[in-house]
C-alpha cells in the first residue's frame, strides 16, 4: 500500500477533516456499495483495568463508513452499555460545530503571496489540472491552498465515491447514542491541535502528500477498499503493516508527529480515567492509534496496566493474546 494511502489512514485520526473537504471540492455520487454483511464487524476493542474497578475500553474506529457495517457487535454494544462516559478525539461540540470546516479551510489558505503552482513540479501540475479537469474543477479555487489541503481532500473524495461516509463513521455513531443515552462525551485533544498538526508539515511532506494523492486517483478504489475491510475484520496485523509500519520506516519525522505524539499526549487524561472512582470509560479514536508499539494499547500494558483484546468471535488464539505486531 503507498504513502498515500498510510498516510490518508493516519489523518484520518484527526477527525476535523472529515467535514474539510465540502468548501473546495465539489462532493462526487457515491458509488452503490456491496450488498450488505450479514454479520457485524469484528471490533478492535480492548479492555484496560485500572484501580478498585475504574476501566477503559479502547474502541478502534475507522472514521469513514458504510450504513452497511451497522449494527456493531454485542462487545461494541457491551462496552457502550458498561461505560458511564465516552472519550473521542475531539470532543461532539467541537465535530458538529458548523465553523470547524472553515477554520480548516482558513489555515489551510497561503499568506506567503505564493500559488500552489509554485510548490509543484510540472508533472505533478498537470495531473492536478487533468484531475480538475475531469471533475468540474475550477482550479482558481485551488491557488490559493496549501498542498496538504488539496491532496487530503482529494483523497477523501476518492474514499467517499467508493461509498464511504464520515456521517456513518463511527466515531459519529456513538457520539449520537452517547447523546441519546444522557452520556456524557469529551475530546482528547483540540480541532486547534489537530489543525496545528496537519498544517505543521513541512513543504516536502505536503508535495508528496498531493503528487500520491492523484497517483492513488488512478489506481482506484482497491486499497481504501482492503483499509476497510481489514477493519470489518478486526485485523489488526493488516492495518498496522498497510497503515503505519512502512510510513514509520520511510518518513519518521511525519509519522511521529501524526501518529506517536499524540498518542503520547494522550496517556495522562487516560491514566487520569485509571485512577479509582473513575469507572468505566469508552475510548473511541482511530484504529491506529491503538496498534503497534506505538500504539495506546501498548503503551499502557508497558506501564503495569492489564490489557486483553475483547472479541468474543474472534479465533481463540487471537482471544488469548490481544497483542499488536
Not at 486547534?192 to 513541512?202: E, F, K, N, T, V
Not at 495522562?268 to 482511530?286: C, D, K, N, S, Y
Request: hydrophobic share 45%.
Amino acid at each position: 500500500m503507498n504513502w498515500m494511502a498510510r498516510t490518508t489512514a493516519l489523518l484520518l485520526g484527526a477527525a476535523l477533516l472529515l467535514g474539510a473537504p465540502a468548501p473546495v471540492l465539489a462532493r462526487q455520487a457515491a458509488v452503490p456499495v456491496a450488498a450488505p454483511a450479514h454479520a457485524p464487524p469484528l471490533p478492535l476493542l480492548w479492555k484496560v483495568s485500572g484501580a478498585q474497578g475504574s476501566a477503559l475500553y479502547l474502541l478502534g474506529s475507522f472514521h469513514l463508513l458504510t450504513p452497511q457495517d451497522y449494527p456493531l457487535s454485542v462487545d461494541v454494544d457491551t462496552a457502550f452499555d458498561a461505560s458511564r462516559r465516552l472519550l473521542f478525539e475531539l470532543s461532539p461540540e467541537e465535530m458538529q460545530a458548523p465553523e470547524l470546516a472553515a477554520r480548516m479551510l482558513r489555515a489551510a489558505v497561503r499568506a506567503d503571496g505564493r500559488q500552489l503552482k509554485d510548490d509543484l513540479d510540472a508533472g505533478t501540475w498537470q495531473r492536478l489540472q487533468a484531475y480538475a479537469g475531469a471533475n468540474g474543477l475550477p482550479l482558481e479555487k485551488l491557488a490559493g491552498l496549501k498542498p496538504w489541503f488539496v491532496g487530503l481532500s482529494i483523497s477523501l473524495a476518492q474514499m467517499q465515491r467508493q461509498g464511504l461516509d464520515a456521517q456513518a463513521g463511527l466515531d459519529r455513531h456513538l457520539m449520537a447514542r452517547a447523546a441519546d443515552a444522557g452520556k456524557p462525551a469529551e475530546g482528547l485533544e483540540s480541532a486547534a491541535a489537530q489543525i496545528a498538526m496537519l498544517d505543521g508539515m513541512d513543504a516536502e511532506e505536503q508535495r508528496q502528500l498531493l503528487r500520491e494523492a492523484l497517483e492513488q486517483v488512478d489506481k482506484g478504489d482497491e486499497q481504501s477498499r482492503r483499509l476497510h475491510d481489514a477493519w470489518r475484520r478486526g485485523d489488526d496485523v493488516t492495518l498496522w503493516r498497510d497503515m503505519a509500519a512502512q510510513m514509520r520506516q520511510d518518513y519518521p519525522g511525519l509519522y511521529r508527529r501524526i501518529n506517536v505524539e499524540r498518542n503520547d499526549a494522550w496517556l495522562a487524561p487516560l491514566r487520569q480515567r485509571l485512577q479509582a472512582g473513575q469507572g468505566t470509560t469508552l475510548v473511541v479514536v482511530g484504529a491506529l492509534h491503538l496498534l503497534g508499539e506505538d500504539g495506546v494499547v501498548e503503551k499502557l500494558r508497558a506501564e503495569g496496566y492489564e490489557v486483553e483484546r475483547i472479541c468474543s468471535a474472534c479465533a481463540p488464539a487471537g482471544k488469548a493474546n490481544g497483542r499488536n505486531p
